[in-house]
């Protein structure tokens, strides 16, 4: 079946350094693949997303790269702050064909100050 | 502006017992989505709505899982005769557009403990 693939479970980075979390896809369909910070108890919320006509997309220091052929898409947080440590989620989903969005398991940042 | 709302925040119920949770999304919103998340996992795609008709429950655990939106807008997903490994956070998300290659807005979710 569908699954994305995400590592490395669990980071941490010196406050100001880069952080990089990678995913791996498996439905050569999918064609959106959108990134979810979630705090803890708290909602998951979009930080940045990417279309598979994309192979990359930047928004201040966040940004995600995307290689379809290797079905492969990264996220990149520069000049990382404390306030960036939460549980990153990576995502793909299909245009057309299915409405699942299948997530990874997700990769628990910590910015050390 | 509101975002989606889900209640109860927190529910407790013995195995076994019925349970019904509620989201209320987006106004004008036309997608809905309900996930479970695990503790310490990613969310998992339960049901998805496009405005009143439930155009996918491939991730439906069992039988003992319904879901519905008669009016396409508030949502309920029901439990029947709940076992521990329902245990999870239960998170609704909605969109404007009828896709699912759009930005989904989550709200809070439902903390479920089965006892």
Known sequence: GENVEQHPST??????????????????????????????????????????N?????????????????????LHITETQPEDSAVYFCAASRGTGGFKTIFGAGTRLFVKA | GAGVSQSP??????????????????????????????LGQGPEFLTYFQNEAQLDKS?????????????????????QRTQQEDSAVYLCAS????????PQHFGDGTRLSIL
């Open chain 1, 54 to 74: 994309v192979g990359e997309k930047k928004d201040q220091r966040i940004a995600v790269t995307l290689n379809k052929t290797a079905k492969h898409f990264s």
């Open chain 2, 95 to 102: 969109s404007p557009q009828p896709a699912s290659n759009q």
């Open chain 1, 11 to 52: 980071l941490s980075v010196q406050e100001g350094d880069s952080a990089v979390i990678k995913c791996t896809y498996s439905d050569s369909a999918s064609n959106y693949f959108p990134w979810y910070k979630q705090e803890l108890g708290k909602r998951p919320q979009l930080i940045i997303d990417i279309r598979s």
């Open chain 2, 59 to 79: 991730g439906l655990p069992s039988d003992r899982f319904f879901a519905e939106r008669p009016e396409g807008s508030v949502s309920t997903l029901k439990i």
């Open chain 2, 9 to 38: 925040r927190y529910k407790v119920a013995k195995r076994g017992q019925d349970v019904a949770l509620r989201c209320d999304p987006i106004s004008g919103h036309v997608s809905l989505f309900w996930y479970q998340q695990a």
